[in-house]
């Protein structure tokens, strides 16, 4: 909360910001200064209903209120009148403020008004908006919530815990947002969806050429963003997404990706033998434990796990870092050069804390990282099926072969156990069967 600052006179508490440079024409204060109250709990509660109304400022004052959906113009308006001590819903509390409020409006379209005639001509929407909320507020209800809306409320409140995995999931959401406006032909309220215009999307995308596998996905999303605005949005009536009837794919998902030849592996190897050490590294852990590359490229010294009677990883949640499942978190045991790379990972001094791969643990990491194992896995592969990725399929491979217990081969992959009573009695299986199974599976002798 950087503009949560303590008043010095007296211990209050205040939300205090100097005006933003886009603001000075607007405003006539050089500084936001509003008490929050005495205690640090009320000011915390209040903190976030003022500073969004001066980023509602800000954000009309940079951007208007042209192409928004209804709500949100209705928001940024709102926020205007407000910061200005004009009541919202209405023309003014009393003659003196209906005054200033008509004189502001006035100043708005005034040189577009006629000197003949008298009438008003050619006034851009952004400013007749503006001038309308001056002159009558807006309304005391927010209007419909649109799929514009949803998106929006949708990505607010399930945002992703990284600035990386935010950009993300917002360019995904984004996209699907964007081709259901397409095939609708502008933004819509989400209550009048229809399925004729959701069969619409479907066709659309099937249309662009877009992959059996990218329209179930979408889907899912669109469906989700939906469900969301029933939810939490008090929007009314069914979800048209909703067992819509999708194009089969020629390609399972198991077939999206394959496991990699060993000699690619060994000739990705060959490559790394020269450098960089932490690249070499990275890519012997994926090999030997089945792991995502982001569970890998993410872990700190203290989750490689050395002084215990079976060496480690310890694979979990914490601040910065999320994983795919709640089943994704588990120890995998170290072995054969596993193991052998990470003690040269762990020195005695290190920091626990502290990323074991800071090249490729920061923001951009995953897509650095794809670029240089996918770089070398390209030039001794061309088949787009063979990624870094296909490592864990690889060892899916393996811990088949060696006839490794199912459940034991989920444990190391951090994968479901099931759904219903298979999935909610018994704990983990232990590190040593693990590393059995890893042993038999990497033909390592220990």
């Known amino acids: 909360m950087k503009y949560l600052k303590r ?39 209040q903190y976030g209903t003022h500073h969004q109304k001066i980023e509602h400022m800000i954000a009309l004052a940079k951007m208007g209120v042209s192409g928004l959906s209804p709500a949100e113009q209705r928001a940024r308006l709102k926020a205007m009148l407000e910061v200005w001590g004009a009541d919202p819903h209405s023309a003014g509390r009393d003659d003196e403020e209906r005054t200033w409020r008509e004189e502001a409006a006035a100043k708005i379209v005034d040189r577009y008004q006629d000197p003949v005639t008298g009438e008003y001509e050619g006034v851009p ?3 007749a908006v503006k001038a309308r909320a001056l002159l009558g507020g807006v309304t005391k209800n927010s209007p419909e919530p649109t799929v514009t809306d949803a998106f929006n409320f949708y990505l607010r409140e399930n945002a992703k815990d990284t600035p990386e995995k935010r950009k993300k999931q917002e360019q995904r959401f984004r996209r699907a947002e964007r081709n259901l406006i397409a095939a609708l032909g502008g933004d819509k309220a989400v209550s009048q969806l229809t399925r004729e215009e959701v069969r619409r999307w479907r066709d659309m995308r099937i249309e662009a050429g877009a992959a059996a596998g990218t329209i179930k996905r979408e889907k899912s999303d669109l469906s989700t963003v939906i469900n969301t605005a029933r939810s939490e949005l008090d929007v009314r009536g069914d979800n048209p997404f909703e067992n819509l009837k999708l194009p089969k794919s020629n390609v399972s998902r198991r077939d999206e990706r394959e496991g990699l030849p060993e000699n690619v592996i060994a000739g990705v190897y060959a490559q790394l033998e020269a450098g960089p050490p932490d690249l070499l590294a990275i890519w012997t852990l994926l090999d030997f434990t089945g792991a995502r590359p982001s569970e890998i490229r993410e872990l700190n010294v203290g989750e490689i796990v050395l002084d215990h009677d079976v060496p480690h990883l310890v694979i979990t949640e914490r601040e910065g870092r999320s994983l795919k499942t709640s089943w994704s978190i588990r120890k995998v045991p170290l072995v054969g050069k596993a193991f052998t790379e990470a003690r040269k990972l762990v020195k005695e001094d290190a920091d626990a804390s502290a990323p074991v791969f800071p090249r490729y643990s920061r923001e951009g990491g995953m897509d650095r990282l794809s670029q240089a194992l996918n770089g070398r896995i390209r030039k001794l592969s061309d088949n787009p099926k063979h990624v870094t990725y296909s490592l864990r399929h690889n060892m899916s491979d393996r811990l088949r072969a060696a006839e490794v217990y199912d459940a034991t081969q989920r444990a190391i992959q951090g994968h479901s156990f099931g759904r219903g009573e298979a999935a909610s009695y018994g704990g983990d299986i232990p590190l040593e069967k693990k590393r059995e199974a890893l042993l038999t599976a990497m033909k390592v002798h220990e």
Not at 13 to 18: G, I
Not at 24 to 40: A, D, N, R
């Open 7 to 45: 008043d010095p006179r007296n211990g209050n508490w205040l939300y205090r910001r100097v005006v933003p440079k886009v603001l000075k024409s607007w405003v006539s204060q050089t500084e936001f200064v509003i008490s929050l109250g005495k205690t640090q709990n009320d000011a915390l509660t």
């Open 125 to 127: 929407e952004e400013e």
